[in-house]
């Protein structure tokens, strides 16, 4: 009898155990937007998301409601990083509003002024040291520039960073003393190779601890689930693909392949269990450290991730998405639908983008560049349930013919939000 209990409370506590496994899911109230890159979080109720809208979102209960505490669209805000409840600051790629601050939890945001040459022209990375040190880096098209506090923001310190690197992308740190920088250097945008940095000194001094051999490639975000064990993606819009792992808390850095994808955002919960997010679908995931990956489609051009414990995290993309044992409601969001396309692709003068509504929605359908600004809006209206074929005539919103490259279909309809690759070539 007393064996019999005890295997039936045994039994009990591994279902319990498998019911809880954390999963990634949608928020259903989070903003969306062509693309939230920014995201952080105090603790696991409280945080801000901030979008190439010029917008900044904050949360107080976990994700569950949503409030918009700033507005500006000439803005794209690409991170976003507190010190505190009340004390946080969001980076833009516009070098007029390089930097916003608030110190009253994002009720009210300022430019911050007096950030001294060599300033970046965009900043695209920000890692809240403590409270009183933040670095920040830019940009992606280059010059690579580190700018730095120790005094939580009173001043201001610039570093140019040629020739270790051309442009810098994210940036990590350990402490307030030891971080990490990922970019390229080389010419931008075709001859660049991807590099990581680091410092020891507080970014007094760096060095290159990896430097890349392919063209055209930069490292793009950082993520450490342990002190020693690290990984960055790489981007590059060609293949062969690889993603970066150190075992040795960033000494060396060894290169291993990943599938035919376009890296953006990676994170990982443990030294084995993570994922890889980009412009294209699925999500990719790996529960042996990288070795092998498979498609995971819980979300949508994820940029950014952030792990408060091996259990619990949040991502961003074209909207906001949870990592936890929680169960939420979704409606139809996890609900198959017919993929969007477009053809022919690549293309020359114009291209048909086809898509397939299960009834009446918004649609906004965008043509974005690779780091997410708006090339032309072709869609801004009502559409009723059906086919639909929209034709994007190779201009921009300004009317001049789009350059010759990479570009991405960007779509929302309603809670449908997917985007996917195109090239233009001439």
């Given at each position: ?44 109720e409280q945080g801000w998301v901030c ?12 994700g569950a409601t949503w409030e918009r ?8 805000f690409r991170c976003i990083q507190f ?344």
């Amino acid at each position: 009898m007393r064996r019999s209990l005890w295997l039936s409370l045994l039994a009990l506590c591994l279902t319990r155990s498998v019911l809880a496994a954390p999963q990634w899911h949608a928020l259903p109230a989070a903003p969306v937007a062509i693309r939230i890159d920014g995201l952080h979080f105090i603790d696991p109720e409280q945080g801000w998301v901030c979008t190439g809208d010029g917008e900044i979102h904050h949360t107080s209960n976990g994700g569950a409601t949503w409030e918009r505490q700033y507005q500006d669209f000439a803005l794209y805000f690409r991170c976003i990083q507190f010190a505190d409840a009340q004390r946080g600051w969001a980076g833009t790629l516009s070098s007029n509003s390089l930097l916003m601050h608030t110190v009253n939890g994002g009720a009210d945001w300022s430019v911050v002024t007096g950030i001294p040459e060599p300033r970046p022209n965009a900043l695209c990375g920000l890692s809240a040291a403590s409270a009183q040190v933040i670095y920040g880096v830019g940009s992606y098209a280059g010059p690579a520039r580190v700018i730095r506090t120790t005094n939580g923001g009173t001043t201001w310190t610039s570093k140019d960073m040629a020739p270790l690197a051309s442009t810098l992308i994210d940036v990590y740190f350990k402490s307030p003393s030891e971080g990490f920088a990922v970019g390229s250097v080389g010419q931008f945008p075709n001859s660049n190779r991807a590099v990581v940095l680091h410092t020891t000194d507080g970014g007094d001094h760096w060095q290159q601890r990896f430097v890349g051999t392919r063209l055209g490639e930069w490292g793009w975000k950082i993520s450490f689930p342990t002190p020693s064990i690290g990984f960055v993606s790489l981007e590059r819009f060609n293949a062969p693909m690889f993603f970066l792992k150190t075992v040795d808390g960033g000494l060396s850095w060894s290169e291993h392949a990943f599938p035919d994808y376009n890296e953006q955002g990676i994170g990982f919960a443990t030294p084995l269990v993570g994922w890889v997010g980009g412009a294209d679908n699925p999500t990719m995931g790996t529960t042996d450290g990288g070795s092998t990956w498979s498609p995971t489609p819980w979300g949508d051009y994820i940029d950014r991730f952030q792990f408060l414990n091996e259990g619990f995290a949040y991502a961003t993309g074209v909207s906001v998405y949870k990592y936890s044992d929680e169960t939420v409601a979704v409606g139809d969001v996890d609900r198959p639908r017919p993929g969007t396309i477009a053809a022919p692709n690549p293309f020359g003068a114009n291209t048909t983008i086809q898509f397939t509504l299960p009834r009446e929605a918004r649609v906004r359908l965008l043509i974005t560049d690779p780091s997410g600004r708006v090339v032309r809006t072709i869609e801004d209206r009502w559409r009723a349930a059906g086919a639909h074929r929209v034709e994007w005539d190779g201009r921009t919103d300004r009317g001049t013919p789009a350059a010759a490259g990479i570009y991405l279909f960007v779509l929302h309809a309603g809670d449908r939000h997917e985007m996917g690759k195109l090239v233009r070539v001439r």
